[in-house]
């Protein structure tokens, strides 16, 4: 046997990518299965590896985890990405369905906060209420810190199927709850968990199939979301005066067990396992300053999301001007103008770049929350007034359908944002990491939306304006985001 030291054998690298150290990691072939043809394929150059999409990225720069991404080699120096085909849109159904439930859920939250502090939780305020709620975001966030590196190590599967059996439990138990902390148990930590268990596979996933179509692919599998968010707050409105609260969570059980099925059957990574990864994050990628405004951005956006989705149908409510029914439905219109904001973004993304499409959505968000929700809070303070009633009614709805389209974004594009300033390997983790930093942004904002709304007095503005703040702080960082990798030039696709 040699002498010579032992370890993989490094190929030809170029000048401007110098190795640090030996390689000292088995290589790993990607292959293309047999039903994806390689001519609609998308192939990532060995000196982009580092990137899980290199648009606009400049090649000799590197992020703070380049002896980790070197250590990576391909499969004739190149990851190859199907970009179609049946089995890759078979995932994105997957995820589709998966997203149903998980983000179909949170966005019906607004549903059950209504609903509860009329009825089971009608002694408690506004804020303490809002705990609940926000544990449950807090916790579909948090928990990623784990299952996105575990989905690195071990791919998608078990994880769903975890939390497909969390979430259906919570629907099921959800009815026999009558008590403050059954509903902060089994609706905020339950439901929370089994969130997180659902949405950080399904939607890491889609990312080992697309690469210049990523942003398209993500934001299909993300409409699922939007869909149950139309789908849910409509049931329930029926459900709730006809078989009462048990039945109709059960009913929703029931829907959950059909797409959590499909889930776990269509969903997977194509990109092998690696069961020697460790499965903590890395905090190092925080020296990426780039990542690190990235982050802070997303964790502001989520601060401010939630607040609508939450608390629209109990303003609607509040205003008089609209039924209690239609007021329900409000949730549905919301949903219905994200459902198409979650496709549409993702396919112009893809065309003029994600953080330029993610910027102009959050211009949006913010515009809309600040000339469309503003005045109509301000209207609903004063005096009651026919011209008032009408023109409260208008703003209502047109904001919830123009936000929701602009909001959807804030869903499908952040995973795409977040894997162009990665590797691909390393996806899931880079995700979920910034996801547990906002998970702290979450668990705050619907409990201090319920406390300025006391302390207007019942009035909504206050909460408005800290909605309008959050996106323009938001918008902020994503532009300084864009501006460390590319510049501040603005025809630039990034």
């Not at 990523?214 to 599998?221: E, F, V, W």
């Not at 499909?262 to 194509?270: C, G, N, P, Q």
Request: charged share 10%; proline share 6%.
């Amino acid at each position: 046997m040699s002498n010579e030291q032992k370890g993989s054998k490094p190929g030809q690298v170029a000048q401007r990518h110098p190795l640090t150290r030996a390689n000292t990691i088995p290589s790993v072939e990607f292959s293309i299965p047999p039903s994806l043809p390689q001519e609609h394929s998308t192939r990532c150059p060995p000196h982009l590896i580092h990137c899980a999409d290199a648009q606009g990225k400049p090649e000799s720069k590197h992020g703070p985890r380049d002896e980790e991404a070197q250590s990576y080699p391909a499969d004739e120096d190149e990851i190859t990405y199907p970009e179609g085909g049946l089995a890759a849109w078979l995932v994105v159904l997957g995820s589709f369905s998966g997203t149903i439930v998980a983000f179909g859920m949170m966005n019906t939250v607004g549903i059950f906060q209504s609903y509860l502090s009329e009825n089971q939780l009608r002694g408690y305020n506004e804020s303490t209420i809002g705990w609940i709620f926000g544990i449950y975001v807090f916790l579909a966030f948090f928990c990623g810190i784990q299952w996105g590196p575990i989905f690195d190590s071990h791919g998608p599967r078990m994880l769903i199927l975890a939390g497909s059996i969390l979430m259906c439990l919570s629907m099921f138990l959800l009815g026999f709850c009558t008590q403050y902390w059954h509903f902060m148990l089994v609706f905020g930590v339950l439901g929370g968990i089994g969130t997180s268990l659902i949405f950080t596979p399904a939607i890491s996933a889609v990312g080992h199939f697309f690469l210049e179509k990523r942003g398209n692919a993500t934001g299909i599998a993300a409409a699922g979301g939007s869909l149950g968010g139309i789908i849910f707050p409509l049931m329930l409105q029926r459900l709730f005066p006809s078989v009462g609260f048990a039945w109709a969570t059960r009913i929703v059980g029931f829907i959950f067990v059909f797409c959590c099925a499909i889930s776990v059957a269509l969903t997977r990574s194509r990109l092998p396992p690696k069961p020697g990864q460790r499965v903590m994050p890395d905090l190092r990628i925080f020296k990426d300053k780039a990542y690190t405004l990235l982050t802070l951005g997303i964790y502001f956006m989520e601060w401010g999301l939630f607040v609508p989705i939450t608390y629209i149908t109990s303003f609607a409510i509040s205003t008089g001007v609209l039924s209690p029914a239609f007021s329900y439905q409000i949730v549905a219109i919301f949903n219905a103008g994200s459902c198409i904001g979650r496709w549409v973004p993702g396919y112009i993304a893809d065309v003029l770049g994600r953080f330029n499409s993610m910027i102009a959505a959050l211009v949006l968000c913010a515009a809309t929350t600040m000339t469309l929700w503003l005045p109509a809070s301000l209207l609903a303070s004063e005096s009651s007034n026919p011209t008032h009633a009408i023109v409260i009614k208008a703003l209502i709805i047109v904001y919830a359908l123009v936000f929701g389209f602009s909001s959807g974004s804030n869903i499908s594009l952040t995973p795409v944002c977040v894997g162009q300033l990665c590797e691909t390997n390393q996806y899931g983790t880079y995700y979920a990491t910034c996801y547990t930093i906002v998970s702290f942004g979450t668990l705050t904002g619907i409990p201090i939306a319920g406390a300025l709304i006391e302390a207007a007095g019942g009035g909504y503005w206050g909460v408005v304006v800290w909605t309008g703040l959050c996106y323009i702080v938001a918008l902020g960082c994503f532009i300084c985001s864009r501006a460390c990798k590319v510049g501040w030039k603005l025809g630039v696709k990034f």
